[in-house]
Each structure stands twice: as structure tokens, then as C-alpha cells.
């Protein structure tokens, strides 16, 4: 046993055999492995396919429902479309019968109308033949023609009626008159009541308070140059010693006024006073100023609504600040003409730009009038006109002295503003007893002329009204008593603008029926 077992091993043949019959041992397990598994592969395939063939006979014959359904559907919105169609052209089959009913009737009428027409024309022929016809027979009768008749007839009720129409047109102006005056009245009245602006009354000096007595000295200086320096360099007068505590600062010029108290400002504060420091303080003081008068140029604009407009004519604006007539500041002056122009102006209808641009700058001319020659309305005309401004605006701004004809309606705002603001009591320097003093001798003057029976000064004084007796002067005579009291007055009386004065003769007659 042990000698075939090593002649088993030692043999090559053998173990060939031995691996041959291990492979096909190996190839015979695999196929029949293959084999089965291929066996359950075909029955899942064929089992899915089974599944799936009866799936699809499910959707077909839910597709094949779904299909009847929307056959259905569509055949019975098919059919209430129909419905619809039938009950539209219906309706349309009745409306043109309706309007073909219409149409006939419109025919017929208008066929009507025109044989109406015809007649109406014929009628009016023979109308202006009888008519004709008549006047000739007029004429032949009376042996005038229609125009002289005509005339004749006028003037035989002119000559009858002459007093009464003259009395009728009198009573129509006088009537008219009066009306406008008291809707003028209301209009002003209702602008100057929705505008409030208080009135300072501007002087001719200043005040420069002082916490030490002791600065005097500093600012009279040695042998008094640095006051000298001072009163050099600004053009003012300083008075030292009359006020405990303070300095007065004269002058007729505001701005000058307001240049030397900014710099006394400034030297009081730096404590160094020289003459030298006092032109550096001086020169400051005046680029200060110069940017105020921007500033308020700027606010006035703003104020009044007035806006795009150049620079050079703001910096005017605001020099105005520093300006004042008969004591009243003419810029505050200008904002107040302005904000009444343009309440006027939105009272009656009319461009309120225009009246309150043209008011604003009505006085822009006395921002230089000491610098250039000529009236300041004629400078400011100028000057609008250099830098661009409307026509409309300069025509409105030109004639509120009446020096130039009121050539558009704004005009006439920004000269009734002009008056109104200038003429209201405290506007400008008078002191209320002067203010009734100067009315007493404006009355007194005209009550001192023969005929005349009463007056009475109105409009703060801007009018005066004379009545006069009409038995001692005739209608010649008041238009030679109105020169003479205008005279008289310019001769004795001082005061701002004009002086309108207006004579009055009326002559009543009166008869009684017994």
C-alpha cells in the first residue's frame, strides 16, 4: 500500500489526470449552477412581463373611459355653445330690425324738417317783401326815408330826455366809482390784515456797550490816535465820553455804522489797539459784513419765495439791510412790498411771481445809488437789466414812483404795495403826536381857502379830500383851488412821497310836487 501510494506520487500522468478531473469537476458545477440561475432570471422577466401587460390593459381601459368622458364633455359644451350662438344672433336679428325701424323713422322726420325748412324760407321771403312794401308806404306817407325818420326820432328823445340821461350816466359813474373803490378797499384790506411784520424805526447811531470803563483809554489811545485811527478807517464818529459804559457810534450810513461796531467788536476782544491792528480789525469787519449781506439777501429771497436769482443782485439785496428811508429799513421794507404784492396779486388774478420779484427789487437801485449817478429807480433799472432779469419784472418794479407809465397790472401791485407799506403809521420815523400834528396842518391848510367847506386827510395822509361850496366856486375854479392847496402844501409842509389832493363840487337840486 505504501509503495502504490508513492508510485502515485512520483507519477506526472497522474496528477494531470487529477487536476484535468478537478476542472471538469469544476466547469460541471458551474453550468449547473448557471443553468438554475438562468431559470430564475427568465421566470422574474416573465413574471414582469406579465404584470406589465396587465398594467397597460388597465390603462387602456382607463384612457378608453377618460376618452368617453371628455367626449361627452366636449359634446355638451359643444351644444350650450350652440345655445348661446342661437340666442345671440337672436337678439342681433332684433336690433337690426329695431334700428332699420329707426332709420325710417329718421327719414321720414328728416323729409319733414326739410318741407318745414322750405316753408320757413318762403314764409320769410314774403316776410321782407310785405316788409318792404310797408316801408315804402311809410316813406311816401311821412316823406322821410327810414334812416332819417330814424334820426329825427333820436334826436327828438335825446332833446326830451337830456337832463334825465345826463343824471342816469352820472349816477351809473358815480355808482361804478364807488364800487371799485370799495372792492379795491376790501382787496387791500384783506392783503394787509393776512400779513403782520413789526415796524423799527432805524436812527442815525449806535450803541457799543463796554464791561470795563478802563477800555476807553485803550481805544481813545495816546493823544487820541487810535480813536482817530478808528474814525479814519470807518468813516463814523465815536462819542466816549458822554454814556457810563458805552460808546455811541454816529453816522447817517448804517453799514458804515455797523463795519466800525463789528471791528470795535473785535479789538475790544483781541485787547491789542494800535493803529495798525485797528486797519486789520477794520478789513475784517468789512469781509464779515460782506457775507452778511449774502446772508441776508439770501434769507429775503427765501422769505418771499423768490428764488434763481443771480448772485451779484442777492449781494444788493442784502446791502439793503444797511439802508434806511425816512428811518425805515429798506430791505425789511422790500420783503414787506413783496409779501403784499403778492397777496394783491393772488386777490386779483394775476402773476404773483411777477409782482413779488418786481416788488422785492423795487428799491434795488439804493443799494448804490451813492456810488452812481441818477434817480435809484433809473439805477436799478440798469442793474436788473445787466444781469438778466425779465422785462416783465423790470416794467413791474419801474413805475411805483409813477416816474415811468404803469405798462402791465403787476405795476400797479408793486406801487399800491409800495404806498401801503411806506404809509402804514410807525413804518417810518414819526412819532404819533408829529404823525397827527402834520394830518391838523394838512386839513388846515385846505380849510384856510375861500370856499372851501370841509376836508379831511385820509390815507394816513397820502390824500387830502376838499369839499367846496358849489354857489361860490364853479367847475373851473376846483381845478385852480386843487393847484393852489398843492402849492401851498409843498411849500409848507415836509413829508415822505405825495400828497394827492382831491376837490370835490356837487351840486344838488331839489323841487317839490303840490
Given at each position: 500500500?505504501?509503495?502504490?501510494?508513492?508510485?502515485?506520487?512520483?507519477?506526472?500522468?497522474?496528477?494531470?489526470?487529477?487536476?484535468?478531473?478537478?476542472?471538469?469537476?469544476?466547469?460541471?458545477?458551474?453550468?449547473?449552477?448557471?443553468?438554475?440561475?438562468?431559470?430564475?432570471?427568465?421566470?422574474?422577466?416573465?413574471?414582469?412581463?406579465?404584470?406589465?401587460e396587465?398594467?397597460?390593459?388597465?390603462?387602456?381601459?382607463?384612457?378608453?373611459?377618460?376618452?368617453?368622458d371628455?367626449?361627452?364633455?366636449?359634446?355638451?359644451?359643444?351644444?350650450?355653445?350652440k345655445?348661446?350662438?342661437?340666442?345671440?344672433?337672436?337678439?342681433?336679428?332684433?336690433?337690426?330690425?329695431?334700428?332699420?325701424?329707426?332709420w325710417?323713422?329718421?327719414?321720414?322726420?328728416?323729409?319733414?324738417?326739410?318741407?318745414d325748412v322750405?316753408?320757413?324760407?318762403a314764409?320769410?321771403?314774403?316776410?321782407?317783401?310785405?316788409?318792404?312794401?310797408?316801408?315804402?308806404?311809410?316813406?311816401?306817407?311821412?316823406?322821410?326815408?327810414?334812416?332819417?325818420?330814424?334820426?329825427?326820432?333820436?334826436?327828438?328823445?335825446?332833446?326830451?330826455?337830456?337832463?334825465?340821461?345826463?343824471?342816469v350816466?352820472q349816477?351809473?359813474?358815480?355808482?361804478?366809482?364807488?364800487e371799485?373803490?370799495?372792492?379795491?378797499?376790501?382787496?387791500?384790506?384783506?392783503?394787509?390784515?393776512?400779513?403782520?411784520?413789526?415796524?423799527?424805526?432805524e436812527?442815525?447811531?449806535?450803541?457799543?456797550?463796554?464791561?470795563?470803563?478802563d477800555?476807553?483809554?485803550?481805544?481813545?489811545?495816546?493823544?487820541?490816535?487810535?480813536?482817530?485811527?478808528?474814525?479814519?478807517?470807518?468813516?463814523?464818529?465815536?462819542?466816549?465820553?458822554?454814556?457810563?459804559?458805552?460808546i455811541?457810534?454816529?453816522?447817517?450810513?448804517p453799514?458804515?455804522?455797523?463795519?466800525?461796531?463789528?471791528?470795535?467788536?473785535k479789538?475790544?476782544?483781541?485787547?491789542?489797539?494800535?493803529?495798525?491792528?485797528?486797519?486789520?480789525?477794520?478789513?475784517?469787519?468789512?469781509?464779515?459784513?460782506?457775507?452778511?449781506?449774502?446772508?441776508?439777501?439770501?434769507?429775503?429771497?427765501?422769505?418771499?419765495?423768490?428764488?434763481?436769482?443771480?448772485?451779484?443782485?442777492?449781494?444788493?439785496?442784502?446791502?439793503?439791510?444797511?439802508?434806511?428811508?425816512?428811518?425805515?429799513?429798506?430791505?425789511?421794507?422790500?420783503i414787506?412790498?413783496?409779501?403784499?404784492?403778492?397777496?394783491?396779486?393772488?386777490?386779483?388774478?394775476l402773476?404773483?411771481?411777477?409782482?413779488?420779484?418786481?416788488?422785492?427789487?423795487?428799491?434795488?437801485?439804493?443799494?448804490?445809488?451813492?456810488?452812481?449817478?441818477?434817480?435809484?429807480?433809473?439805477?436799478?433799472?440798469?442793474?436788473?437789466?445787466?444781469?438778466?432779469?425779465?422785462?416783465?419784472?423790470?416794467?413791474?418794479?419801474?413805475?411805483?414812483?409813477?416816474?415811468?407809465p404803469?405798462?402791465?397790472?403787476?405795476?400797479?401791485?408793486?406801487?399800491?404795495?409800495?404806498?401801503?407799506?411806506?404809509?402804514?403809521?410807525?413804518?417810518?420815523?414819526?412819532?404819533?403826536?408829529?404823525?397827527?400834528?402834520?394830518?391838523?396842518?394838512?386839513?388846515?391848510?385846505?380849510?384856510?381857502?375861500?370856499?372851501?367847506?370841509?376836508?379831511?386827510?385820509?390815507?394816513?395822509?397820502?390824500?387830502?379830500?376838499?369839499?367846496?361850496?358849489?354857489e361860490?366856486?364853479?367847475?373851473?375854479?376846483?381845478?385852480?383851488?386843487?393847484?393852489?392847496?398843492?402849492?401851498?402844501?409843498?411849500?409848507?409842509?415836509?413829508?415822505?412821497?405825495?400828497?394827492?389832493?382831491?376837490?370835490i363840487?356837487?351840486?344838488?337840486?331839489?323841487?317839490?310836487?303840490?
Open positions: 500500500m505504501q509503495f502504490a501510494d508513492f508510485l502515485i506520487m512520483q507519477n506526472p500522468i497522474f496528477w494531470a489526470v487529477l487536476i484535468l478531473a478537478g476542472f471538469l469537476a469544476g466547469y460541471i458545477a458551474k453550468k449547473y449552477l448557471s443553468a438554475k440561475k438562468e431559470g430564475s432570471v427568465e421566470q422574474i422577466i416573465k413574471k414582469r412581463l406579465e404584470e406589465a396587465l398594467k397597460s390593459k388597465e390603462i387602456i381601459v382607463e384612457a378608453q373611459k377618460k376618452a368617453v371628455l367626449s361627452e364633455e366636449i359634446k355638451k359644451e359643444e351644444k350650450e355653445r345655445s348661446q350662438l342661437d340666442r345671440v344672433e337672436e337678439r342681433l336679428l332684433k336690433r337690426e330690425e329695431t334700428l332699420e325701424r329707426q325710417q323713422d329718421i327719414r321720414f322726420q328728416e323729409g319733414q324738417v326739410k318741407e322750405e316753408k320757413i324760407k314764409a320769410r321771403v314774403r316776410f321782407d317783401e310785405d316788409k318792404q312794401k310797408l316801408s315804402l308806404e311809410f316813406e311816401k306817407i311821412a316823406k322821410l326815408s327810414e334812416v332819417e325818420a330814424k334820426e329825427k326820432l333820436l334826436e327828438s328823445v335825446r332833446e326830451k330826455f337830456k337832463d334825465d340821461l345826463a343824471q350816466a349816477k351809473m359813474i358815480k355808482e361804478r366809482n364807488e371799485m373803490e370799495r372792492k379795491g378797499v376790501e382787496i387791500m384790506t384783506a392783503a394787509i390784515q393776512r400779513l403782520s411784520r413789526s415796524h423799527v424805526a436812527v442815525t447811531t449806535s450803541v457799543f456797550n463796554l464791561e470795563d470803563e477800555m476807553k483809554g485803550k481805544i481813545i489811545g495816546r493823544e487820541g490816535r487810535n480813536i482817530r485811527a478808528l474814525e479814519r478807517e470807518t468813516g463814523v464818529e465815536f462819542i466816549v465820553d458822554e454814556t457810563p459804559g458805552a455811541i457810534i454816529s453816522s447817517f450810513d453799514l458804515r455804522r455797523e463795519i466800525a461796531k463789528s471791528a470795535l467788536e479789538l475790544v476782544k483781541d485787547g491789542r489797539i494800535q493803529p495798525a491792528k485797528i486797519e486789520e480789525k477794520v478789513e475784517e469787519a468789512r469781509q464779515e459784513i460782506a457775507k452778511r449781506m449774502m446772508e441776508k439777501g439770501e434769507e429775503a429771497a427765501y422769505e418771499v419765495g423768490v428764488y434763481n436769482l443771480p448772485k451779484e443782485i442777492i449781494q444788493l439785496l442784502g446791502r439793503l439791510h444797511f439802508r434806511t428811508s425816512y428811518g425805515q429799513n429798506v430791505l425789511n421794507h422790500s414787506e412790498c413783496a409779501h403784499i404784492a403778492g397777496l394783491l396779486a393772488e386777490e386779483l388774478g402773476n404773483v411771481e411777477i409782482a413779488k420779484t418786481g416788488a422785492l427789487m423795487h428799491d434795488i437801485g439804493k443799494a448804490v445809488d451813492q456810488e452812481v449817478g441818477g434817480k435809484h429807480v433809473e439805477v436799478g433799472q440798469r442793474i436788473l437789466r445787466k444781469f438778466g432779469i425779465k422785462d416783465e419784472i423790470i416794467k413791474a418794479m419801474e413805475a411805483h414812483h409813477e416816474e415811468y404803469f405798462s402791465t397790472p403787476e405795476s400797479f401791485i408793486v406801487a399800491a404795495a409800495d404806498a401801503l407799506s411806506a404809509s402804514r403809521p410807525g413804518a417810518r420815523r414819526d412819532t404819533l403826536e408829529n404823525y397827527i400834528k402834520r394830518l391838523e396842518e394838512l386839513e388846515k391848510i385846505a380849510t384856510g381857502f375861500e370856499g372851501v367847506k370841509n376836508a379831511y386827510a385820509l390815507s394816513a395822509g397820502r390824500e387830502i379830500r376838499v369839499f367846496v361850496v358849489p361860490k366856486i364853479d367847475d373851473f375854479g376846483v381845478l385852480q383851488l386843487a393847484r393852489d392847496i398843492a402849492n401851498k402844501i409843498e411849500a409848507e409842509l415836509k413829508y415822505p412821497g405825495e400828497i394827492k389832493v382831491n376837490v363840487r356837487e351840486t344838488r337840486s331839489a323841487e317839490y310836487a303840490k
